[in-house]
Antibody, heavy 124, light 110 residues
Framework: QITLKESGPTLVKPTQTLTVTCTFS??????????VGWIRQPPGKALEWLIL???????RYSPSLRSRLTITKDTSKNQVVLTMINMDPVDTATYYC????????????????WGQGTMVTVSS | QSVLTQAPSASGTPGQRVTISCSGS????????VNWYQQLPGTAPKLLIY???QRPSGVPDRFSGSKSGTSASLAVSGLQSEDEADYYC???????????FGTGTKVTVL
């Protein structure tokens, strides 16, 4: 059974750096084909995909946020860490991590398990 | 900001069939698989349909997905009160090299 849980600050000041951690179980990010992504959702708005890391450290980024995002994994701890620099009030959102469904076919990405999300408010 | 377009809302009475559409382009829906997510109020999204028309284990067969060209659809038959939720389509976009979500459709059960 795959589970994921996000943790991090609830409040961040403008220009600061956000660091949120995804702790998961039920799979290993050292196993071929595995991946974990981050998706966010501003209050009352649509989902927005941010970033994805694969078991082999390959990464995919949202083009519009690429310069601000960093993702790392710690396979020994079963954790993935998202870092976003230069936070702005428009970055206020619930941040979700999710397990990428294992599929070797290009363009068949899907997220089959999600964490509960962590709400981050950006305000001075 | 979303490159996949959905109608903001849809509704139906219990037992009816509701269809939600998702419009994209050749770089996303036109060349990659479409997924659908259901987001119940106050909860995280849940994968409802993957690879255009496949249901994960546990998803009722009342939910079905289809794709034609650069558009996709999610159909909910035998609408139930617990189907009241936001529904999002999503797909990989080869031009953006990123995963894109639709604008979302809120389904109301009258």
């Amino acid at each position: 059974q795959i589970t994921l849980k996000e943790s991090g600050p609830t409040l961040v000041k403008p220009t600061q750096t956000l660091t949120v951690t995804c702790t998961f179980s039920g799979f290993s990010l050292s196993t071929s084909g595995e991946g974990v992504g981050w998706i966010r959702q501003p209050p009352g708005k649509a989902l927005e995909w941010l970033i994805l890391i694969y078991w082999n450290d390959d990464q995919r980024y949202s083009p519009s946020l690429r310069s601000r995002l960093t993702i790392t994994k710690d396979t020994s701890k079963n954790q993935v860490v998202l870092t976003m620099i230069n936070m702005d009030p428009v970055d206020t959102a619930t941040y979700y991590c999710a397990h990428r469904r294992v599929d070797w076919t290009y363009g068949h990405d899907a997220y089959d398990m999600w964490g509960q999300g962590t709400m981050v408010t950006v305000s001075s | 900001q979303s490159v996949l377009t959905q109608a903001p809302s849809a509704s139906g009475t219990p037992g009816q069939r509701v269809t939600i559409s998702c419009s994209g382009s050749s770089s996303n829906i036109g060349s990659n698989a479409v997924n659908w997510y259901q987001q119940l109020p106050g909860t995280a999204p849940k994968l409802l349909i993957y690879s255009n028309n496949q249901r994960p284990s546990g998803v009722p067969d009342r939910f079905s997905g289809s794709k034609s060209g650069t558009s996709a659809s999610l159909a909910v038959s035998g609408l139930q009160s617990e189907d009241e939720a936001d529904y999002y389509c999503a797909a990989w976009d080869g031009s953006l090299s990123g995963y894109v979500f639709g604008t979302g459709t809120k389904v109301t059960v009258l």
